[in-house]
DNA sequence: GAGTGGTCTAGACCACTCG
DNA sequence: GAGTGGTCTAGACCACTCC
């Protein structure tokens, strides 16, 4: 493993020395299947790519915070184990339902602007956006091989997201978008599981018969400033399919 | 604010500085209710417990990264707004119940040793442990004002938790008793939340009708070291009860 | 420009693991 | 005892915010 880089690091450049350092042992580490197994020591790790010790400890922090390592005092630095099963809600649903080998899909079926927050966000999440913003308003309905298995409903304030159009949601990840062409950074989300009966709606686009048993999800989505990204509401169905919440800290 | 505690750091103490800052912050920060407001600076701070900035940056990374306080460059920490709604599934269910103003209780129906690790754990959460293991079995109902709201079988790897009776789980919180007696530290979760229909037993337990939808959680708490140290199984209610998955990182 | 957090360094000492 | 991670320091420079 050691000497698959070869000390790219950029000093004073625009990414910080441990960002680097922290992406290239991700990576790294990611690459090399799901068994844990060591790290190269912190001493070793600061030879390597010529930064001190302290940077070097700062990038292992980050992964570790993330459950990507962890450490053993006078041992070293460990691989977590993977113990990913199921489709995650919270992250992207594209690349998870590769992982397992089902080929994924997303529709956009509405996409309106100028709309209002409904109040149950209120009562369920404490949102804290006053209630005359406008936001915009994205339906869609995440499938497996072609089966159906979820309905999204997103509402994401519109002064966040200047010059939005329902174009921009339809390629790519809504995450990816919010990053990369709004700067918009997920970074903690905040959710409320609720087991209902499927109504007459919800069914027909999820292919089941009404009135079986199905989640519905509330969540707000924050960045690292706290501030609301994004609401959603979405409806699970079961049958096979199951929601993964992953590495949840205690 | 600042001016509440009195430099009570002990340098060369069993517990580091870094984390008696921490622990001073967090409780301050949470006492006083649930709106945002500024820290005082990293330099105030350093002066004021007697500690290098560093120090002090190591336990406010802390705050961080538990999603207590967030930074803003160049103009300092602040506290997270609390979006806190339902009852967690996570954490202390007691605690949690209380906070919302219900009354909480738990009672052990059920109680095991030398039990084995169901296959379905296996099939569900990629369960590392050898099949030969024994377990302690542990089944909960826990209600609200009376009323039942959720079944919790709990496996507990025995060579982990020497000496263990059933009294010992009748008082306190599981994870309390881990912690204090065992010295076990729930770090991380891994969950699986499936919509099932209650079935016969369930719907006498939980005081509703078969074939009502609930929620079933398979999933596996770790250590900071990756360790596993609980399956849980857990079935929830609908019908005004909610779950909740609080300050998720995404 | 003053104040704030963000990054980085060299160096020290300690506690723990393992042979 | 050699090697590892854990804690702590003083000091430097930078980027950002706000007046």
Known sequence: M????????????????????????????????DAT?????????SREFGVSRVTVRQALKQLETRGVIYSEHGRG???????????????????EVRRLGGTPSSAIIDYRDGEKLPARFQGHLEASSDNSADFIFLRRVRSIDGN???????????????SATRAIFEGSSLYDEMTSTWGIVPTWTDALFEPVAANAEEAALLQIAEGSPVITVWRVTVTDTDQAVE????????????????????
Chains 1, 2 share one sequence.
Not at 231 to 250: A, E, H
């Open 2 to 33: 050691s000497d698959t880089w070869k000390k790219p690091i950029r000093k004073s450049g625009a990414v910080p020395m441990y960002i680097q350092v922290a992406e290239i042992l991700d990576t790294a580490v990611k690459s090399r299947g």
């Open 37 to 45: 197994y060591a790290l190269p020591s912190e001493g070793e790790l």
């Open 77 to 95: 630095y460990f691989k977590t184990a993977s113990r990913m099963r199921g489709v995650s809600g919270f992250h992207s649903f594209t690349s």
């Open 148 to 162: 159906p298995v979820a309905i999204e409903d997103a509402y994401l304030p519109a002064r966040l997201y200047p």
């Open 231 to 250: 609401y959603v509401r979405s409806v699970y169905k079961g049958d096979g399919f199951m929601l993964n919440v992953n590495r949840y800290r205690l």
